[in-house]
């Protein structure tokens, strides 16, 4: 018969054979025995352990989870079974932390009493060191992450580009029969969503996008974010993908509710379907893009389905962007200059420089090269150049008299570029201008980024006494009250409000409104698209500063200008009689 010195030592050799940490507990949580792992794991000799409490092998925070584990398991209808792992955190001897997994079991009571009279079971302890588990899990879960960054666009959640190029690639390989359809579209407009109503708004556009355009396909269907506001949607073996199409664009024109707003989306789609020849994944992309662009170049909001032809329409857009950079390299843009008119005086006392391409004898239109310009990134050089040669050209007559400008019209692309206020004051000094005599036009849009630099450019131009006009004037999206945050000095009525003019008998409380608004907060007010002397009389009655448009002079070469300021004072003189004679 052993022992209970030689029963103790038999257990903790049998203790020692599991790779685990072992600890046998008495009820009062006190450390019974030990094995050579739990050593080794705690940093602490057997001695050490046994006799303690073994709360010395706990972290904050997790003192009582075996004592937890302990009732719950004495309420257990199969106590021996044990119960689910435990991950407390653990503490070495040497105050180090590390993560464990613990599982608890109940030995049977022992046989003999104890001293109180119960039989009280003893608590089996098994632990393990987490760490490299938990070191496992957090790398397969970055794994995947990682993975699912390679693949899915972070905002939407839809197959960014490269997993749809490869959806796409694989779609063609598939036998001849097999139909391919491709869906590009572009949100039209998506940067006035951004300047008006925040970042966070257009990226909640992009995510109600995406939503809308899944339930409009097959789950089988890929659906993509390119970037930005483009979107694309491989289609395969669908019988008709014009009524996808049409319902893409049924779909996402309904209007959504974004931060109390009503936004409706507009979209210009382009759909692109695999021929018979032989062709790679890239060129049915650029085919669906060449169709969306046409969708944009017919008024957006539509969808266009390719055709061969528009190949050459693109080949031609591509020519004029290119024959456009060279006019720009070589200073062929030429300006055109528009007089405008003192309400007060009858004289002209400020010329609008224009921009004009010609190109083999014939005009291109500013609405068609001013965009291309913008779009191909030449609208800084564009700008620059009309500036410097409109400043030599009318260097003589501003100088004559110091209360004549020059104006030009300058675009958001412009103003973003950093160096711009610096590269139009060194343009005035190497032309000998005076600054305050130069006027840039600006639309509202241009205010809307509150992250760029426009608005601190324009102030550093305004210190040096270059003004700015806002053009424009009430087609923009904010609200009247914003103009007194403006770093303007005047405003130009958008000759939209000016057309509605048309006897002169007419109440557009709206257009005094604005004239009343702008004088209140001292600014001086220019109505252009005047074409006829009742539009002239209505605007003067209302308080206008300043007229400009075909009823006083069309754009004209700097060779032209006197004629045009004759024609243009004796227009006004006109006008001035009229109202003088009692017409008004």
């Excluded at 809308?212 to 491989?234: K, M």
Aim: one cysteine or more.
């Amino acid at each position: 018969m052993m022992s209970d010195a030689q029963e103790d030592k038999s257990a903790a050799s049998e203790l020692d054979f599991s790779p685990d940490a072992l600890l046998i507990l008495g009820r009062d949580g006190t450390i019974c025995r030990a094995n050579s792992a739990a050593e080794r794991l705690f940093g602490r000799t057997r001695e050490e352990l046994v006799g303690s409490d073994h709360r010395i092998l706990l972290a904050d925070g997790f003192l009582e989870a075996i004592v937890w584990e302990y009732d719950v398991l004495r309420k257990s209808p199969d106590p021996v079974l044990g119960s689910p792992p435990i991950e407390p955190v653990c503490l070495r001897g040497d105050g180090s932390e590390f993560p464990a997994e613990i599982i608890c079991s109940l030995l049977p009571a022992p046989q003999q009493p104890t001293p109180s009279g119960n039989a009280a079971p003893s608590l089996a302890v098994s632990v393990r060191d987490a760490t490299y588990r938990k070191v496992g899990n957090a790398l397969a879960e970055e794994a995947s992450q990682l993975r699912a960054m390679a693949f899915q666009d972070q905002l939407t959640g839809l197959a960014n580009r490269q997993l749809f190029n490869d959806q796409l690639a694989q779609a063609m390989r598939r036998p001849r029969h097999t139909a391919v359809d491709v869906i590009l579209l572009d949100l039209d407009d998506f940067k006035e969503v951004n300047d008006i109503h925040g970042h966070q708004a257009g990226d909640q556009m992009l995510i109600e996008t995406a939503r809308r355009l899944r339930s409009c396909v097959r789950p089988n269907d890929t659906v993509g974010r390119l970037g930005g506001d483009e979107f694309v949607v491989l289609l395969t073996n669908v019988a008709d993908p014009a009524a996808v199409a049409e319902r893409i664009m049924e779909t996402l024109n309904v209007p959504v509710n974004i931060g109390g707003a009503h936004l409706k989306p507009s979209l210009s789609l382009g759909l692109a379907s695999m021929s018979e020849t032989t062709m790679e994944p890239s060129d049915l992309l650029r085919q669906a893009d060449v169709a969306m662009y046409a969708a944009k170049a017919g008024g957006k909001n539509r969808y266009v389905r390719f055709r061969p032809e528009m190949l050459q329409v693109l080949a031609q857009r591509n020519d004029m962007e290119a024959r456009l950079r060279v006019a720009v390299l070589h200073g062929e843009v030429k300006v055109q200059y528009q007089p405008v008119v003192a309400t007060g005086s009858g004289r002209e006392v400020q010329l609008e420089a224009l921009a004009r391409w010609e190109r083999d004898g014939e005009f291109i239109p500013p609405g068609q090269f001013i965009p291309m310009a913008e779009r191909s990134g030449l609208i800084s050089d564009l700008g620059n150049s009309v500036m410097a040669r409109a400043c030599v050209e009318l260097q003589p007559w501003l100088a004559e008299d110091k209360s004549r400008s020059l104006s030009f019209n300058v675009s958001g692309g412009q103003l973003h570029e950093r160096d711009f206020a610096d590269v139009a004051l060194r343009i005035a000094s190497s032309c000998k201008v005076d600054p305050g005599q130069l006027v840039l036009e600006v639309t509202e849009s241009v205010f809307l980024d509150p992250g760029s630099q426009v608005i601190d450019q324009l102030k550093h131009l305004r210190r040096e006494r270059m003004r700015v006009a806002l053009d424009d004037f009430g087609t923009g999206y904010s609200s009247l009250g914003r103009l007194q945050d403006l770093p303007v000095d005047s405003v130009k009525i958008d000759g939209s409000f000016v057309s509605m003019v048309r006897t002169g008998a007419e109440k557009l409380p709206l257009l005094s409104s604005m004239v009343t608004m702008a004088h209140a907060l001292n600014l001086s007010v220019t109505a252009e698209g005047i074409e006829t002397p009742a539009q002239a009389e209505y605007l003067m009655d209302l308080g206008c500063d300043f007229l400009q448009g075909y009823l006083f002079s069309r754009p004209v070469s700097d060779n032209r200008l006197d004629m045009a300021m004759t024609r243009a004072e004796t227009a006004m003189e006109s006008v001035r009689g009229l109202r003088v004679g009692g017409r008004r």
